[in-house]
């Protein structure tokens, strides 16, 4: 099956701790994205990759880290610096068209502090 | 500064009624319409899109409309079911900035 898998579905933290998120998709999509989801507030971009070995910041970088060392996989890591870290992220992929953004989400993972 | 405004927030209609959710933008470099259904627990998944050189766009029970003078866009369900209870994002795709830019959400419930 083709798509995008997130592990853990549920992470928690410990205060002071870092913790990463996996992203791995086999879409063969150049485009990776991370977002957070708070309840009401939508979705807000965190980083994304446009192609292997490079990554942008999005609205909220602050608190988190990327690395994008192949193309399949995109780690989200979830520093100390991050102090209000509970919430739901989205790894998303895209296949990049000229004139569209069609996003792929994978199903997501909920990180809580203990 | 939030660039796609999204309403309700919150949605509850009856089974076999219409759900009607409403977007605003104002960045006119905009050239994409997207709309996103996002089951409890799951990741979004693309629904319906617009682009605006056409009113509107209809897909089975589901229709885009689309005012460009306005700078609004709409999500129509008709005939609504329980199974469209979800929650449902409009976003906004600049092709010259390459940014996708999410409304807030609407959470829809459709009674049985």
């Known amino acids: 099956d083709g798509g995008i898998t997130q592990s853990p579905k549920y992470l928690f933290r410990k205060e002071g701790q870092n913790v990463t998120l996996s992203c791995e998709q086999n879409?063969?999509?150049?485009?990776m994205y991370w977002y957070r989801q708070d309840p009401g507030q939508g979705l807000r971009l965190i980083y994304y990759?446009?192609?292997?070995?490079?990554?942008q910041k999005g609205d909220i970088a602050e608190g988190y880290s990327v690395s994008r060392e192949k193309k399949e996989s995109f780690p989200l890591t979830v520093t100390s610096a991050q102090k209000n870290p509970t919430a739901f992220y989205l790894c998303?992929?895209?296949?990049?068209?000229?004139?569209?953004?069609?996003?792929?989400f994978g199903s997501g993972t909920q990180l809580s502090v203990l | 500064q939030q660039q796609v405004k999204q309403s309700p927030q919150s949605l509850i209609v009856q089974k076999g009624g219409i759900s009607i959710i409403n977007c605003a933008y104002e960045n006119t470099a905009f050239d994409y319409f997207p709309w996103y259904q996002q089951f409890p627990g799951k990741g979004p998944a693309l629904l319906i899109a617009i682009r605006p050189d056409v009113s509107e766009k209809k897909e089975g029970r589901f229709t885009i409309s689309f005012n460009k003078s306005a700078k609004q866009f709409s999500l129509h369900i008709m005939d609504s079911q329980p199974g469209d209870s979800a929650t449902y994002f409009c976003?906004?795709?600049?092709?010259?900035?390459?940014?996708?830019?999410f409304g807030s959400g609407t959470q829809l419930t459709v009674l049985p």
């Open positions: 976003a906004a795709f600049s092709g010259s900035a390459r940014q996708l830019t």
């Open positions: 879409l063969n999509h150049d485009a």
């Open positions: 998303a992929s895209s296949a990049r068209t000229e004139n569209n953004e069609k996003l792929f």
């Open positions: 990759s446009q192609i292997v070995n490079d990554f």
